[in-house]
């Protein structure tokens, strides 16, 4: 076998291996997680500070109660300029994702 196509059936057969990584990685990201990546800057990773209020493990509709407040009043500090970055449903996923995530819900 020519050198040649040894390497393109190589490149072949691995296309469907990478495909499906691929796959695989789409289907176990969850929704909301590189949204509430932004939060970790000041709530820790996966809202599990330390740093200001820990939010992991709140209720979804609790943080996105606070979340849609912030967004709605006047400008008070960053986190009102945050929530406004978003749209209802990004809030939505966001608050969603941290609900999840192991933590005492505490602040």
């Known amino acids: ?13 691995g296309i469907p ?13 969850p929704p ?13 990773t996966n809202g599990n500070g330390p740093g200001f ?13 606070e979340l849609q407040e912030m967004k709605a009043r006047p400008v008070e500090g960053i986190m009102d300029r945050q929530a406004r970055g978003y749209t209802d449903e990004q809030l939505r996923l966001i608050s969603e994702y ?3 995530q192991p933590g005492n819900g505490g602040d």
Not at 7 to 13: F, S, V
Not at 35 to 41: N, S
Not at 53 to 65: F, I, V
């Open 17 to 29: 291996l990478a495909l499906s990584s691929l796959v695989v990685s789409a289907q176990t990201t």
């Open 32 to 44: 909301g997680r590189t949204l509430a990546a932004q939060c970790a800057q000041c709530h820790g």
């Open 98 to 100: 941290l609900s999840t």
């Open 1 to 13: 076998m020519k050198p040649n196509k040894l390497y393109l059936r190589t490149l072949l057969a």
């Open 53 to 65: 209020d820990e939010l992991a493990g709140k209720s979804a509709h609790e943080l996105y109660s």
